[in-house]
């Protein structure tokens, strides 16, 4: 029984899509998934807007189900007034397959029903419902996975959001129009994961006994030509023979596309590969190979405060390598990257006869990000790279016509029995009370709705026998108020989540800082930093080393670094004449005494 993956391509055709796509990338996004399906797969493709309708039905991957596919791009603009998204959801999960369904969702606006269907927005509002309380659990039974891509400011992204979390989907939000293709390459390597060869400086190490490889080659975007015309890709074997679209490899493909190149080349000529031209960083190279890197333990969703168990390990032709066979002087690692290629966390995993697992620790940022999973060996290396949600383990929501706080468990494991919440608000603290069984609610004392200050939250979970303290997002209340209170204000501790927020230098007035008590107390701050950092490094690390990994070639960052030091200098210095200055007073009093 055939079970390779059966992917269903879901595409919103709404009227909002002639706004928020005009040069069609939808579509290219389309035709170069259909280059990248493997053949034996299956696929089909819907579309939806007031109606939901199936161009190309679910089929074998093929080269005429190809040809089918890329003809699919003027049914792609044939616009709708609505958005029907539950009806899409249902029609395209609805064929059963031998492997496990995925559905690619990309949509750019939120649930927009027909009025016939009743009185607005009450019916939107129970089709939403509807999705996250009855569709997508059941399809999470079914093994039916969601990828959502969220394709403009105005889609609804919780929704995404949750509807691929309850079904260990991936959703990738989506900014700007051009990070379309690299938000469905996210979601194609979750479906279809597969060995890559680093690309370092423009160059990959091929290993003899390659069956080839595939390079997917992005083109530098217009900012980073300088106005220059762009210059075609070139590819360089490593004997010096040079490739381009119009004289490829023997044997080789060779698709260019205004925004890519799509290089296949069988039986590639070991050695080192070099490519020459404006390919941007985001290219990469995969292979095909009997030697492959597998892995386990990652899911589509992390947590902050949630360490991640990893395991991987080599199979030829499908099987696992014994250890005496394996590469010599082989490891392993994993790194967690953000959104801006800096690393979050990282651990070396432990061979354990045929295997090698490890610990990922804790996420320390939400949001998109990738986790990177290394082989190194002599004259072998692969890697895998997996897109990740990272989300909080819980998150709140103020409720101010109620004057509450409104706790929801985004982490499976975490309810009522196994999790205890509490908040403060200027030093004052408030307990978290249970309502159903992953929900909880903080009344609030009444506040003046023109002040604008934050909710400090915490979290206590027990968890196979083992009790953590997690500190969790905080939450601004009033964020629209005229004056804001400072978390700094506040008495509580320097916590993670301001670290996060305020790594710039506090700009204040000079006449202030001039002020004697100003110096003393910022001298005085400037002394405990020290400390306070040794007792808070665990939080600060993953921060600190991914704000110097950014700006390491940032002259900015080092001149800020010198002009701290001197700061503390000058203030050492000024706190020690104002002690000289002090004694002098003292003697000088005491020897006025007896003229008194």
């Not at 269907?117 to 309380?133: F, Q």
Request: net charge negative; hydrophobic share 40%.
């Amino acid at each position: 029984m055939d079970e390779r993956p059966d992917v269903r391509v879901i595409i919103d055709v709404s009227g909002s899509m002639y706004h928020n796509d005009p040069e069609q990338l939808a579509a290219e996004a389309l035709e170069l998934l259909v280059a990248l399906l493997p053949s034996g797969a299956r696929a089909g493709v819907w579309t939806f807007g007031e109606r939901v309708e199936n161009p190309l039905p679910p089929g074998p991957v093929n080269p005429e189900w190809r040809e089918q596919a890329m003809a699919l791009a003027p049914e792609l603009v044939e616009y709708q007034q609505f958005t029907d998204i539950e009806s899409a959801i249902r029609d395209a999960s609805a064929p059963e397959a031998n492997g496990t369904r995925h559905l690619v969702l990309l949509t750019d606006g939120v649930i927009d029903l027909p009025p016939r269907y009743g009185a607005k927005p009450g019916i939107d509002d129970v089709s939403r419902r509807t999705l996250l309380e009855s569709v997508g659990p059941r399809l999470a039974v079914e093994e039916v996975a969601i990828h959502a891509v969220a394709f403009s400011g105005e889609a609804d992204l919780d929704l995404v959001e949750r509807l691929s979390q309850q079904t260990g989907g991936l959703s990738a939000p989506v900014e700007s129009p051009d990070a379309l293709l690299g938000a469905f390459l996210n979601v194609f390597d979750r479906i279809f994961p597969s060995d890559r060869l680093p690309l370092t400086d423009d160059q990959f190490l091929v290993e003899p006994g390659l069956d080839g490889f595939t390079a997917l080659l992005f083109h530098e975007g217009a900012g980073e030509t300088d106005g220059r015309e762009r210059s075609p890709p070139v590819l360089i074997a490593p004997d010096g023979s040079r490739f381009t679209v119009d004289s490829p490899p023997e044997g080789a493909t060779w698709r260019s596309e205004s925004r890519y190149d799509l290089v296949q080349v069988p039986s590639p000529m070991p050695g080192q590969w070099r490519l020459e031209g404006g390919v941007d960083k985001d290219s990469r190279i995969t292979i095909a190979s009997a030697l492959s890197l597998q892995t386990s333990g990652v899911p589509g969703t992390f947590y902050l405060g949630f360490d991640v168990p990893l395991e991987a390990w080599l199979t030829d032709e499908g099987e696992m390598v014994s250890q005496d066979a394996l590469p010599a002087h082989l490891e392993m690692s994993a790194l967690l990257h953000d959104d801006t290629g800096s690393t979050q966390s990282a651990v070396v995993l432990e061979r354990q006869d045929e295997r090698f697992t490890g610990t990922l620790p804790a996420p320390a940022l939400t949001g998109t990000a990738q986790l990177v999973i290394r082989a190194e060996g002599q004259g072998f290396r692969r890697q895998r790279i997996q897109a990740v949600n990272v989300l909080p383990a819980i998150v709140a929501r103020h409720e101010e016509e109620n004057d509450r706080v409104v706790l929801t468990a985004e982490h499976p494991f975490l309810d009522h029995d196994n999790t205890r919440l509490h908040g403060q608000l200027q030093g004052e603290r408030l307990d978290a009370e249970p309502q159903t069984t992953r929900h909880w609610m903080i009344g609030l004392p009444a506040l003046d709705r023109g002040l604008s200050q934050p909710l400090l939250l915490r979290a206590e979970v027990t968890l196979d026998g083992e009790t953590r303290e997690l500190r969790l997002p905080r939450l601004l209340l009033f964020p629209q108020g005229e004056i804001t209170i400072d978390q700094a204000a506040a008495p509580t501790m320097l916590g993670i989540e301001r670290f996060h927020e305020e790594l710039d230098p506090v700009r204040e007035s000079t006449s202030s800082a001039s002020q004697p008590g100003n110096m003393d107390r910022l001298v005085t701050l400037m002394e405990r930093f020290p400390r306070l950092a040794q007792s808070r490094w665990n939080d600060w690390r993953p921060v600190v080393e991914r704000k110097l990994e950014a700006g390491r070639h940032d002259p900015r960052i080092w001149g800020l670094a010198l002009l701290v030091v001197a700061l503390l200098l000058l203030g050492l210095v000024w706190r020690r004449r104002q002690r000289r200055m002090r004694r002098r007073r003292v003697t000088t009093k005491r020897r006025e005494e007896p003229h008194v």
